[in-house]
């Protein structure tokens, strides 16, 4: 089951705006601005530093930045029956050509979500897609690349059902971060996966439950910390340490408060894994 939720990425914080998501991230001092949606006149562009934007595609889509190894890969799944994932890494200031990705099966559903992350070897990203004929139904795909951004060998799926927010790797596998949608809101839940992308135990719950986005998470100096937009208006960055996978149905602390967040605003993490707000 999914919840119906438009969500970014990890490593990149992401503002959901009506039909339209915004995901920013820091490269050597440049911000880079990823801009997805869905519905009517939807498309996917791309804005590096003051650049004028670059349409990525036209049509519905959803997509992640992952900062390291000097460059910065971004990933978009997009709507299409042959190869709907692509991935373009900029490196120097200069943009990469797309290396698209197969879908593992024979399946034509639809762009959800995308979380990226850094690896010791150079990424992984996290294609998620709603199947076409039902709704609640989600299926996850797991690509890696090399640390130029390049894919390495095809995607697999992986076993993870879940509305999916935000990935990072925790030195052995990888933290994810997901949506969990109940009667008294949504609630941030996380959950390990190995390193070949099999989960290690059963969601729990991250948060209280209340107004959850923008997720991205930091994983530095032994711990895992989740950034997020929350609070009862949405209108604050709350931070909570996820490095320790709680419990499904046991209340977790209380996030710390880290100021207004402005709606307008979205957050991108700097290169000392703090988090930034951006207009």
């Known amino acids: 089951m999914v919840a119906a939720v438009v969500v970014g990425t990890a490593g990149a914080a992401h503002a959901d705006l009506g039909n339209t998501t915004i995901t920013a991230a820091y490269v050597a001092g440049d911000l880079v601005r990823l801009t997805t949606g869905w519905g009517k006149g939807a498309s996917a562009s791309l804005v590096v530093g003051h650049d004028k934007p670059v349409v990525l595609h036209d049509g519905d889509s959803a997509g992640a930045l992952a900062t390291g190894h000097g460059r910065i890969v971004i990933a978009l799944a997009v709507d299409a029956a042959d190869d709907p994932f692509e991935v373009i890494a900029i490196a120097d200031g200069k943009r990469g050509k797309p290396a698209t990705i197969a879908r593992p099966v024979d399946r034509h559903d639809l762009p959800f979500a995308v979380a990226a992350t850094e690896t010791p070897d150079g990424f992984t990203v996290f294609f998620q897609e709603i199947q076409s004929d039902d709704p609640s139904a989600a299926h996850t795909y797991m690509a890696k690349l090399d640390t130029d951004g390049a894919p390495v060998g095809a995607a697999v799926e992986v076993p993870v059902p879940w509305a999916l927010g935000a990935a990072a790797w925790n030195g052995s596998g990888y933290h994810l971060a997901l949506f969990y949608t109940e009667s008294t809101g949504m609630r941030l839940s996380m959950v390990t996966l190995s390193a070949d992308g099999q989960p290690q135990q059963h969601p729990d719950w991250a948060s209280r439950a209340g107004f959850i986005s923008d997720v991205h998470l930091v994983a530095a100096d032994g711990k895992v910390r989740a950034f997020y937009r929350g609070g009862s208006g949405g209108d604050r960055?709350?931070?909570?340490?996820?490095?320790?996978?709680?419990?499904?149905g046991t209340e977790p602390k209380k996030a710390k408060d880290?100021?207004?967040?402005?709606?307008?605003?979205?957050?991108?993490?700097?290169?000392?894994?703090?988090?930034?707000?951006?207009?």
């Open 258 to 279: 880290r100021g207004k967040l402005p709606l307008a605003s979205t957050i991108a993490i700097t290169a000392t894994g703090a988090p930034k707000k951006v207009k």
């Open 237 to 248: 960055l709350l931070e909570s340490d996820v490095t320790s996978i709680g419990s499904w």
